[in-house]
């Protein structure tokens, strides 16, 4: 009959082999459903209302859909934002993008900074800031359902904070 003691450690063993087992399946469980998570971002359709969307995953990085039907301006306009959103996931991780738009102003923020690279593009093709900047208002309102709460002086403020080129100094300096 086996002393009681040699049955405990072998049980320890047993254990401690069994996390380190498990630590490795839960990576390949991952895997799989990281790959799953990507392949649903890159085929799901649009929300409506949306030209694009940017989905910021763990390890994968950014995944991007552009509405297959937008072209020439619209479709250009669609680009910049979401390569703009995909630099924001590139630079602060899946985890940091996901926690910076829990809030409305984080959500703000990240779309505003998104519409001042299309701003700075349409600023370039010599669109007038005031038209410029009552696009983007008018987006940010209405494409938006989060930002129903917000008024729409609100709105300017943000994207001015989070784009000079669109703020009221820059207004000023016309
Ligand atoms: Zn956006």
Not at 154 to 161: L, N, R
Request: glycine share 8%.
């Amino acid at each position: 009959m086996q002393p009681a003691p040699l049955s405990v450690t072998h049980r320890l063993n047993t254990v401690a082999r069994d996390r380190r087992i498990s630590a490795r399946r839960l990576v390949w469980l991952l895997a799989p459903g990281l790959l799953a998570l990507s392949l649903a971002a890159a085929r799901a359709p649009l929300p409506k209302g949306l030209d694009g969307m940017t989905i910021c995953l763990p390890v994968v990085g950014p995944i991007t859909r552009i509405d297959s039907t937008l072209s020439g301006r619209a479709r250009a306009l669609a680009e910049i934002h979401e390569r703009a959103h995909a630099a924001q996931c590139r630079e602060r991780g899946a985890v940091r993008s996901y926690a910076a738009r829990l809030t409305i102003d984080g959500k703000l923020r990240a779309e505003a900074h998104a519409f001042c690279a299309e701003a700075n593009w349409d600023l370039a093709i010599g669109y007038s800031r005031e038209n410029v900047l009552a696009r983007i208002t008018d987006e940010l309102e209405t494409a938006y359902g989060w930002t129903a709460g917000r008024s729409r002086g609100e709105i300017v403020a943000a994207i001015g904070a989070a784009c000079p080129p669109l703020s009221t100094r820059a207004r000023a300096g016309d």
